[in-house]
């Protein structure tokens, strides 16, 4: 049975896609300034709606499942944010804020597919609606809306979604097949999210200022802040895994571990086995806790690989893959230090925190 999923409009903020706080923008221009970026969301989420339509009904409903599921909306958030370095709300910008958006909700249809995913914004995967067919069709019916809507910028636009999808495939492919004979499993790990991650947050933060016809050299630092913003986003992803239901997320702990992910904290305690038995322990009681659990689902040790998943959420590796996320989120900040002071410049700084300092 197909469900019927209405068609709703939802309201976003600037300070809640973000996770910045009210107060943040407290001066007239500020609050003007915000409301800029609020006037330009709800542009886009009406968009949203009418550019997720194929005049097909299963089509139609296939594709809204996860948009009106909910989400953020950070990205399109960042290209109107960016987009204020020069003629702001332009048409451009809320387009390629549509059409990167898309592109997000593209790869999660694909993403929950590889991850076998159960779960995606709080309802079940699409493919366990629909199936994995189903799921991956509707996952390139979006992609092939987006790239028609980037066909309409012009050829900037093309290139820079070509690219961009590009490295969201080679993300997954490496992903999937895992790092090779002799690479850095952690070097391999930080491109893949790079690639998967940062690459589109990227791209959102330059449409913004290509299509708000902000000066060129602000392209170059608010391209490298989005990267590094990413790649400190899912390390703290890492770490939150970890705690699963405790802080919140209403995820069972070690949700990742579990479907065999090598979360950056896992490829730590690899490293450190080497040399430490007690590591060495741990590490051999989470791999075959999990083995048991995905092999042998009917008489799995939950209890055992429950305290396990603690040990590791309390490990050292755990608050050292924490202090490489705020590494990353400095560097973020860092890259800014061309963009004139201002509200642009201190709601992208906020950001940064507010990325490391989330629990969910």
Not at 316 to 331: C, F, G, I, S, Y
Request: aromatic share 4%.
């Amino acid at each position: 049975m197909t469900p019927s999923v209405p068609i709703t409009r939802r309201r976003v903020s600037l300070t809640s896609a973000l996770g910045l706080g009210d107060k943040l923008f407290s001066s007239a221009d500020e609050r003007k300034f915000a409301s800029a970026i609020d006037d330009g969301l709800n542009q886009v989420e009406t968009g949203l709606l009418n550019q997720v339509s194929f005049a097909d009904d299963l089509a139609d409903v296939t594709t809204r499942y996860l948009l009106n599921a909910g989400g953020k909306r950070v990205r399109p958030t960042l290209a109107l944010l960016t987009a204020q370095l020069g003629a702001g709300n332009t048409p451009e910008v809320v387009i390629a804020a549509q059409a990167l958006e898309i592109t997000h909700l593209a790869s999660l249809y694909h993403d929950d597919v590889m991850d076998e995913a159960g779960m995606r914004r709080g309802v079940p995967s699409a493919q366990n609606v629909w199936g994995n067919s189903v799921a991956i069709l509707t996952g390139d019916l979006l992609f092939a809306r987006a790239s028609k809507l980037m066909s309409g910028l012009g050829e900037r636009a093309i290139m820079l979604q070509a690219n961009t999808f590009e490295r969201l495939c080679l993300g997954q492919l490496h992903e999937t097949i895992g790092p090779r004979i002799g690479e850095d499993p952690i070097d391999h790990y930080i491109q893949v999210l790079a690639d998967k991650t940062g690459s589109l947050i990227a791209a959102a933060a330059e449409m913004g200022v290509i299509f708000g016809n902000a000066p060129e050299e602000y392209r170059t630092p608010v391209k490298v802040f989005g990267e590094k913003i990413g790649i400190a986003f899912q390390l703290i992803d890492d770490v939150i895994d970890l705690s699963g239901g405790e802080d919140g997320t209403g995820k069972t702990p070690g949700t990742d571990l579990r479907s065999g992910v090598a979360t950056l904290p896992l490829l730590y305690l690899r490293d450190l086995a080497k040399t430490h038995l007690d590591a060495a322990d741990l590490l051999t009681r989470i791999e075959r806790d999990v083995n048991a659990a995905k092999y042998s689902p009917e008489n799995p040790d939950e209890a055992e690989l429950g305290r396990a998943i603690a040990q590791l959420r309390g490990h050292p590796v755990t608050q050292k893959t924490l202090d490489e996320a705020h590494r990353w989120a400095r560097e973020a900040v860092e890259a800014l230090a061309p963009l004139p002071d201002g509200p642009v410049k201190k709601a992208l700084t906020r950001f940064a925190d507010s990325v490391v300092e989330r629990s969910k």
